[in-house]
């Protein structure tokens, strides 16, 4: 039995966020996938595929639509043949469920085809308008072909919601709990990466060049990948999921290296039965976003450390909003201190994670000479909640484990050799 299967992703095609390549329908045709361990949904755009000419294609009386800050898309839910493919090995999904995404608001999927939704069933809902054809005398109540685009170009996604949500909900399998029915034994994945923005060390590189890149490649590995010595020590630091939603974790300190930790605010009572916990695992995220009070405990320690540090990061925050590339002259990143982040384990001991300056401030980000400041403040209408992205998840090899434990455990490995 395999152990482990690697399928190559890419952080060039989307810039800031990994891309994987799944093969569609029983025409194999491929689709490029941002990696979201923060979202339950697998979606593509209708204009890479064709249900028409898919011989394994099933229609249903099921929508979906999603928003999400400045994001959102909404289509008919779909089954069809779904296919992890790497050259060598090929496992099939049969009749997965997906979303055809068929109205997309800007910004959405960092232009790729679409998402791959890597949590469970919480976030992944779909309507039944079987009542609302009968309701307006509509005879094919299947939700393909789409009729719904003019309403939503008209007012909008939230309304077109809004109207979902008056009938009945139906919780959808994600795709990689379907790839764990179809396959019990594997039954967790890894992420092996080594950036949060795409790395481009000299001008003018061709899109070949960039995808060839080895700082922006990376694999998504399913099996038991701690026990493959070429990519990582063998030996985990296990967090404990406390809630299947969004690999909800439970962060108890933080700390900037010299300095004393902080306690890690709890979420706040109004947030618990939506947003579960103080923490998330999520590799949709290219930043870490960091709860108010830590924010400034960070910035408030490295004013400490020397106050034109924090003049570096005020810098990069006006090039950000100016949209102008921050290429600072004398930026060291040996200036700079780790950072540190403590969670509650598996076994109920504190795991104590490292985040070096390399990863919160990438170096030749998207142009030569750039960097790129990957810590964020909470954003305003966001709970007191810490988002841990790619800077935290590309630090080590990171493994969710969906086996483990009562929610799963994630596990943190050190890369080794080239990896």
Known sequence: MIKTIKFPINIAPAQAGYALELEIGSLNKKVQLLIDTGSSSIAFK???????VDKTAVYS????????GKGGWAGPVLHTKITYANGTDSFEVKNAPFALVSDLQDQSFSGLDGIIGLAYHHLNQAHDLTDYYQENNINDNKTFPWTFSEEINK??????????????????????????????????????????VVYVPIENMTEEQLLNEEMNQGYFIIGDSEKDKKICNGITQDIKVLHDAYYNTNLLLFQVEGFKEMIAPPLEKTYNDSFFTNSIIDSGSSYIMLQNQLYQYFIDTINKIDPKLVKYIDDFNKNLQSNTPYTPTNFNLDEWPN???????????????????????????????????????????????TVMGLPLISSYLCIFDRSAGTQGVIKFAQKVGNS
């Open 46 to 52: 209708s204009e890479n595929y064709s249900p028409e």
């Open 61 to 68: 009386h099921y929508a979906q639509c999603v928003t999400y």
């Open 155 to 196: 007012n909008g996604f939230k309304p077109f919601k809004h109207m979902l949500n008056n009938y009945p909900e139906k919780d959808i399998t994600p795709i990689f709990t379907a790839f764990e029915q179809n396959y019990s034994s594997l039954h967790q994945f890894a992420l092996l990466t080594h950036r949060s």
């Open 339 to 385: 950072i540190y982040f403590t969670f509650e384990g598996a076994d109920g001991n504190p795991v104590k994670l490292s985040c070096d300056p390399d990863h919160y401030w990438q170096m030749h980000a998207g142009t030569p000479n750039r960097v790129f400041f990957t810590l964020l403040k909470q954003i305003n209408g966001w709970p007191n909640q």
